[in-house]
């Protein structure tokens, strides 16, 4: 695990530490992403579906993979290349979004073709934290919990202050804050889905094997603070606005305290080992 632009880097890679005013900031904290990793899915398809079909899902899978191929989150990155980063993340993105339909078919097709492919993702920041599992649902799932890193990274960007034209202080302008309110929650409904919508339809010999990342635990941790961070900010807009009633500041105090407080009672120590393998 770890967090985006967590620290910046010289060209060659190496770290910054003699000056702690050259490292990055952290907003948002987001894992450390998992991929896909390449395997012949058209073969073993071609057995139940048309070769078309086959070759489609393929494709479309080479495709995350391609889009996929970046500098980590977490890798040590100069500034000025967070705008290419951007770029990569919207094309993963939209990569992602036209997987999803075809993988939702191959999920609905039946057992024999969900537990066809063994689908393997590997962890960028820890290359031996690789897992496969013949379970499209698996898929399905990492799938999710790659656009839920995706949006976060994006929310931490938005968050992220910019020397204003003037050459005074940077700050984080209000639409850049509405952005990630929207982005946020974005974010919390990919988590929501995984939970409600996939992980009860996961064979228990399925969940026993997922990795840290894609378990209950770690996408309703995700989701929390996503919905938090969110609730945050909507409670700073209506502090900062004269017209705003005090009933509505009242309610979405209320209701980040009611996050907040969710997130603390999640069972942290599914998550422990891996948070302190990060630090």
């Known amino acids: 695990m770890g967090c985006v632009f967590s620290s910046e880097g010289l060209e060659d890679g190496s770290a910054v530490t003699k000056n702690p005013q050259l490292l990055g900031e952290v907003f948002v904290f987001v894992p450390g992403l998992r991929v896909p990793k390449q395997v012949e899915i058209r073969e073993v398809l071609q057995k139940f579906v048309s070769v078309e079909l086959a070759s489609r899902l393929q494709s479309l899978r080479s495709q995350v993979i391609a889009a996929s191929g ?21 094309d993963l993105e939209k990569t992602l979004h036209s997987y999803l339909p075809v993988l939702l078919g191959l999920v609905n097709g039946g057992e024999k073709l969900c ?10 920041e820890e290359e031996k934290k690789e897992t496969g599992l013949a379970n ?13 890193m995706l949006a976060l990274e994006e929310a931490n960007t938005l968050l992220t202050p910019r020397p204003p034209a003037e050459g005074y202080n940077p700050k984080v302008s209000e639409e850049s804050k509405r952005n990630a309110i929207e982005t946020l929650l974005k974010a919390s409904s ?19 094997k997922l990795p ?15 919905l938090g961070q969110a609730v945050e900010l909507q409670l700073g807009f ?4 004269v017209k705003a009633s005090l ?15 969710q997130v603390c009672c999640i069972p942290w120590f599914f998550l422990i080992g891996d948070f302190l393998k990060a630090c």
């Open 136 to 148: 499209a649902q698996y898929e399905l799932l990492s799938v999710l919990q790659l656009l839920g």
């Open 247 to 261: 009933a509505v500041k009242r309610r979405l105090a209320c209701e980040q305290a009611k996050v907040w407080v």
């Open 212 to 226: 840290a990342d894609v378990t209950e635990a770690m996408f309703r941790t995700m989701e929390q603070q996503a």
């Open 70 to 90: 970046r500098n980590p989150p977490g890798s040590k990155l100069r500034r000025k290349k967070q705008q290419s980063e951007v770029s990569s993340a919207c």
């Open 190 to 208: 990919y988590f929501e889905c995984a939970i409600s919508g996939v992980l009860p339809n996961v064979p228990e010999e399925i969940s026993a």
């Open 238 to 241: 209506a502090i900062d606005n």
């Open 115 to 124: 537990t066809s492919v063994v689908f393997e993702w590997i962890n960028v």
